[in-house]
């Protein structure tokens, strides 16, 4: 991976061909067998580095606790944190590092992500930190949650994070004043987005995402195409972009639209239209919840619950990330990356970190530890409930493009009103393009 | 500005179509500083002119804490040390094309006019291994070298105009006179090129202070942030912080206002000078 | 340097008789060129000529960007993919890009050249639009591009209160495929008219008035006389214009990025924005090395056009 260039400025174009023709061993690829041996916590000073998306912004606080309560206990370790604003610019940044030679001990990553750095040979499994496939931390995880990873080759490559669902937030004022309850299927909803559409209200206003980065409207798509019983992706990465539930999915979306009940927008326009009470609804993270209350700021009673079910029963998306270990990191640096996920994952931490963070601890066993917050927070509970049957995309590389050409086909026909199948057909053949590139 | 003599009679034509130019600069820019006013849960709720209700600086506030102070400081370092690579550099390259005789002077101007064809981000992959394993990676020289790399065409198509300009009896009456090449740069190139010289001043400095893809790409730490990064601050997972961000907006355009008032005269001739004669 | 007149303006020089003539130290006949050359073309060359090279280089291979030893020669495959790829297509994004710069060129030039007429010709009325004059160029363009996405907010923006409120038919603005890039165009124009402004009124400030004033008294309308006289004279000053607009918006990333995402549907997709996606968002770092050579290319012959049609006095120029 470390290769040199001795005159950077007038050779490297020259020397790098006799990199790129394989004068440097290729690095392994796949997971090594497993040790036995669970790497030991470090003695002696080291410092990790953990790039993260965290402390620019409101959850800063409850990610510095997470780091001040590891650092109280392993004295000698100092965590590093190196905050990016956002995931985009987050992902850009690590892969920048990894080429850089200069990758972080430890990092943020969805599914795709690491699916993409461990094809580069750039992660460490966790294998080789636990000195086993299967750490006993993991069955203590919810079901869904301990699901979410592995990699493409079945083995464990991440550590569970920010996990969250998507819960549905409303203008309870609103819905109330018009006689409507909380709507318990996506048909209801439907007919209450339509209901209270009036006057200047749009029942809700969705990001639909980009070709570069999914936002919650496509992951809302990908849940109301599980909902109708439909596959968007095999295990194996194969797309079904535009079989019947994707396709029945986008012209649900398409017919509140056309009804003047849906509108798109960028940067969190659902939030925004929520707390300039222009919309009534906002399908949003769980975790999203410190930021709603902000926008709202008491002008009205904040409404939460559940996502509405669909016709294959209630369905749920996994959403937030997972943390990988880079490869060039030293043993010492590996071990202390390891306590630091463990630590971070263990009961009483995930009860602080869920408390103040608004995500969802990834194990039940600290639900009885933060009893106060759940009484405080009715959702939470049915919210984690979900966190066993969530579903995550499967973990290829070329799903990251994928979910752009999904956002791209919601875009095509919520702002230019193309029909949802041709939309689908050409983020399916696109798509298919992408895996087939690799 | 020089008027023309005879421009005196008032032309309301002129007049409105100016002031219809200044509402559609000047809009923007009173909402902007409206806005920033505001508390962050009521922006939205009320209309986009009017006066806001409760008046707060807090999110000024809010920039500071997010190391405004910080981001400045590097963004003028770079701004800095940009203009003065580029005022090292390139007066004397352009002496040497528009004085030199020879082929490779000639290809070697060539090749820099090639160079306006070049975008940043075509070459952005490349120019991150060359900055990495230059060691450079996530320092402000590691920005500064590319910003002014890509800043010396346009200075230099500049500065050569601007030098073109001098009448070759000079040269000859300075030749004679025995005076070495160099006197001839100091002496005579560098005061009648001042229009020239502003120019890039000009030129390089907005490019360093509004750069964004250089630093993007090759900086990650807190402490070598600049301020067109250190605005995404504001926009973060789940939510934007519209008063916040537009704070920041105004803070990071202020050091440009106020230069821009004081030496909007040297501004605006340095720029006039760049379309030539 | 051998100061023996150090202390005396160059331009006094001129009036003593020399003793002897030093022709060796004329500069044109000496090879110290290179010396003056020398550190701007070293940082010249390692920034901007080895990068673009490396690009030409990178664009044979489906590159490997986490590990360049696993990159595997395609010779010219991501040339291919230019006419292969769907979302989107190369031709789309090639139009997206000329769509833009035809409309800066077009736009930018008309407006600031009309500016300048305006600004140079009105009275005291003018000097708060003075002021505003340049500002907008002054501001940074991720800055502003901010402000821009929520003016063209089309529920709670400005640009559509505004319309509103003269019952004009308001726009999606950004939203939809069809005003997306026009929206753009707006800001952009707004963004860079101060620049080519001033360069008019650079132009203006220097024009000799003989002719304008002959052609007055011949009894031309303003407008003959602008036609005839002012804009042939500002020739040269329009060329650059043209020109600099021209390679700056082919090269446009930073309001594509921060307004439109390129979206959506890749409507505001231009070249150079889908250069950054491909090689670096998308991690597809060949097909957009391939990408950066077309738009190099496109942006060469675009000058070279130029070139050609411009008058030797002005070839300097570009």
Redesign the interface.
Known sequence: ?R?RIAA???L??LS??A??G??????TTTAPAASGQELAVPTKPVTITFEEAMTIGTLKPAMEKLVSDFQAKYPNITVKLQGDPDY?TM??KE?AE??AGNAPTMGQAYESWAS??Q????LTPISELAGTDTPTEMSTFYKGVQKDLALGDGKTWMWPFNKSVLILFSNADMLKADGQAAPKTWDDYASVMKAVSKNGV?GS?ID?G????AAFGTQWFEILDKSNGGTLYDADGTPHLNDAGAVTALTYLKSLKDAGAL?????Y?GE??LG?K?GAFDISSAAGYGFEKATVGGKFNLGISALPAGPAGPVNELTGTNIVVFKNASTDQKAAAWAFLKFITSPAEQAGWASTSGYLPVTAQALPLMQDFVAKNPYETAAVSELDTAFALPPH?WI??CQ??EA?AI??VL??GAAPTAALG??Q??CT?AKA?G | ???????????Y???L???V??A??????Y??LI?TLRTTSNY?TQ???SFPSQLTLSNYLSAFDNGFGQDFLNTLIVTVSVVG?VL???P??A???V????R??SV?FR?????????????????F??ISKAGLYDHLIGVI??T???S?P?C??VL??AM?DITP??YE?????????????R??VL?LSKGGLSSIVVFSA?QA??G??FPL?LTQSDSTKV??LG?YNF?TEHGVD?PG??SA?VL??LP??VV??FA?RA???G??????? | ??AT??AR???A??G?R??????A??????????A??A?????????????????F??SL?K?????????V?RGLGNYQRLF?????TFLSSLWHSLYFSGAMVVGGTALSL??A??????????N?????????????????S??????F??????AD?MLHSLHLPTS?W?????SAMPAVIVYSL?HEVG?TT?????????LP?EL??AARMDGCSAWQEFWHITWHQLR??TV??VA?TA?TS??A??QF?QLS??????AT?TL??L???E???????GY??AL??V??AV??FF?LVRRRTATGA?S???
């Open positions: 991976m290769y950077v400025a007038s490297a174009a790098l061909s990199c790129a394989g004068g440097t061993p290729a690095t985009a992902y850009t892969k990894v080429q993409y750095f094809s580069g040979g750039a749009t206003t639909p980009s070709a570069t980065a509108a798109t927008g960028k940067n326009p925004t239209a300039a222009k590389s990251f493009k752009g050409y791209t875009q095509d702002d230019n050409t983020a053949t696109a393009a590139q | 500005m020089r008027q023309r003599p005879n421009a005196q009679r008032p032309n034509l002129a007049g179509g100016s002031l130019w200044l559609l600069v000047g809009l923007p820019l909402v902007l806005s939205s209309g986009p002119l690579i090292l550099v390139v004397p390259l002496y040497a094309i004085r030199a005789k020879g490779t002077i070697v090749v820099f006019l090639l160079g306006l064809a070049v975008p940043a981000q075509a070459v952005i992959v490349p120019m291994y060359v070298l590319p002014a790399a890509f010396m346009v230099t198509l050569t105009g073109r009896d000079l009456a300075m030749a004679i006179d025995g005076a070495s090449p160099w006197r001839v740069f002496q005579l005061p907005l202070w509004n964004f893809l790409i301020i067109t605005l926009q519209v961000l537009l907006v990071s355009m440009i206002f821009y008032l909007r501004l605006v001739q720029l006039m000078g760049v379309g030539g004669k | 340097m051998t007149t150090t303006p160059a331009l020089t001129g003593r020399p003793r002897r003539r030093a022709p130290r004329d500069f044109r006949t000496t090879r110290w060129g290179w003056y050359s550190p701007a073309v070293l940082i010249f060359a390692a920034f901007v000529i080895v990068p673009t090279g490396y690009t280089y990178v291979w590159w490997n960007a986490l590990n360049p030893a696993m990159s020669y292969d790829a769907t979302q989107p009309a500016l007429l305006l600004l140079q010709r009105g009275g005291a009325l003018l708060a639009s003075r002021v505003a004059l340049f500002l907008p160029h002054a501001t940074p363009m991720i800055a502003t901010m402000i821009w996405v929520w003016i907010n089309p529920r709670f923006g400005l209160w999606q950004l939203q939809s495929s069809t707004w620049f001033v360069v008019f009124l650079g132009g203006l400030a220097v008035n304008s004033e040269p000053v650059f214009v600099i390679i082919l090269q990333f930073t990025y995402d390129g979206g959506p549907v890749y997709t150079s924005y250069v950054y996606q090689a670096f968002v998308l991690s597809d770092t957009g090395a950066a050579v738009l190099f942006t060469v000058t002005d300097a120029l570009t």
